[in-house]
């Protein structure tokens, strides 16, 4: 299971970490992907990390937000700064085995999404 946390309400140019932390089995040889949702738009994979340490940015979020795994801890961050009110949206952490992939359904493993609120 993975448990997502760290969301909250922020103004423009703020910053917030969300975590993830997962429990009952090891997800070191897993990739790790950010989803978020906005209201009335669909889930979308915003940042990633695969078992390697390789990183993948949306480029909406490139440059502000910073994605890290610590694999003792079983967890995955996602540091956000210069935060803007499109950021907003309900934000996923989830775990497949293999490979990054934009597919939601390819994960199967997720947190239960965290809110990120940026206000103008």
């Known amino acids: 299971q993975l448990q997502a946390s760290g969301g909250g309400s922020v103004q423009t140019g703020g910053s917030l970490r969300l975590s993830c932390a997962a429990s009952?089995?090891?997800?070191?040889?897993?990739?790790w992907g950010w989803f978020r949702q906005a209201p009335g738009k669909e889930r979308e994979l915003i940042s990633g990390?695969?078992?390697?340490?390789?990183?993948y940015y949306a480029d909406s979020v490139k440059g502000r937000f910073t994605i890290s795994r610590d694999n003792a801890k079983n967890a995955v961050d996602l540091q956000m700064i210069s935060l803007k009110p499109e950021d907003t949206a309900v934000y996923y952490c989830?775990?497949?085995?293999?490979?990054?992939?934009?597919?939601?359904?390819?994960?199967?493993?997720w947190g239960q999404g965290t809110l990120v609120t940026v206000s103008s």
């Open positions: 989830a775990a497949r085995e293999h490979t990054l992939t934009e597919t939601t359904t390819q994960y199967g493993y």
């Open positions: 990390i695969t078992s390697g340490g390789a990183t």
């Open positions: 009952g089995r090891a997800f070191s040889k897993y990739a």
